[in-house]
């Protein structure tokens, strides 16, 4: 007799809350349980990173040390107030030394090494590194400062209509601001519709209320970007590439990764006997 799948499923139900260290329940909703996320998040973020790292033990220490820091963190944000008096300092309970050594190792990384666009202005940034402006695409506080495309946090998604509409929008502006105008327009973005080439032939598009696919969606992508493109020399080299790419059934785009070259690395260090290829010969290196 077939022995049943089991079925996985809350055995009390769901009332949209969720536990929290040493007792109580809040909703899963809570802005509480959503900065836990981000801490997660945070910590897997360092993780990669020091996987990143590992020729650098230096650096990947102080990520572990920070990874450690955000446990306390997400133990401390966990914690029923009623039940703080049962919490470890430094181990589930974040104390003023612990704020201190990350402020030192801020100043002391700041003086090392650059830091990202938003960073380097003083910016507030998200974690996808894009800045807050105002509806006009101006920073808060600096209306003659323009962020566009996909640097701007406004609401809008990262794409290259984005950065061509916000382009000439920010640049609508500056030149009023120039000629002695006080224009305050407001940004607004203009979905004109989406398309992706799937295959050598073959496209999908989106356009409005239409959708549509196969070789016509295909001439149609390639006639909207040879439109946006500037300038009539770029357009005949881009069609000439795409002539050579399409008829070759060749790229000029290569894209390696690190794990090919110590994969690479370790191929050449196999005998013919290690690899399962007797015939095989080791070519010279370039």
């Known amino acids: 007799m077939t022995e049943p799948a089991s079925t996985i499923y809350t055995k009390t139900g769901d009332d949209g809350t969720t536990g929290r260290l040493f007792g109580g329940r809040v909703a899963k909703d809570d802005l509480l349980i959503e900065v836990c996320g981000d801490v997660d998040e945070t910590v897997a973020a360092l993780g990669v990173a020091r996987e990143a790292l590992q020729d650098n033990p230096g650096l990947s220490d102080l990520v572990l040390d920070l990874q450690r820091h955000l446990f306390v963190v997400a133990a401390d944000l966990s914690a029923n107030p009623s039940a703080r008096h049962r ?27 650059p830091l990202r666009p938003g960073f380097a202005a003083g910016l507030h940034v998200d974690r996808a590194g894009r800045v807050p402006v105002e509806d006009d695409c101006s ?15 406004a609401g809008v998604p990262g794409v290259a209509q984005v950065a061509m509409q916000s382009g ?13 105008r006080d224009l305050h327009e407001p940004f ?26 196969g070789f016509i969606a295909w001439l149609f992508w390639l006639v909207i970007h040879l439109l946006y493109l500037i300038g009539f020399k770029q357009r005949v080299t881009t069609l000439l590439h795409w002539t050579i790419s399409f008829i070759g ?38």
């Not at 974040?94 to 002391?108: F, G």
């Not at 929008?169 to 009023?176: D, E, F, L, N, T």
């Open 87 to 113: 919490l470890t300092p430094e181990v589930s309970l974040v104390v003023a030394t612990m704020t201190d050594d990350l402020e030192r190792t801020i100043d002391r990384m700041i003086g090392r090494m």
């Open 139 to 153: 920073l808060p506080g600096f209306p003659e400062v323009f962020v566009i495309g996909d640097m701007m946090d």
């Open 168 to 180: 000439k929008h920010a640049a609508k502006v500056i030149a009023a601001l120039a000629a002695g």
């Open 188 to 213: 607004k973005y203009v979905d004109k519709g989406s398309m992706a080439t799937i295959s050598r032939f073959a496209a999908v598009a989106s356009v409005g209320r239409f959708r549509f696919s």
């Open 249 to 286: 059934r060749g790229r000029a785009e290569r894209a390696i990764t690190r794990q090919q070259v110590v994969a690479r690395r370790a191929l050449d260090t196999l005998t013919p006997a290690q690899s399962g290829r007797p015939d095989r010969v080791r070519l010279p290196r370039r």
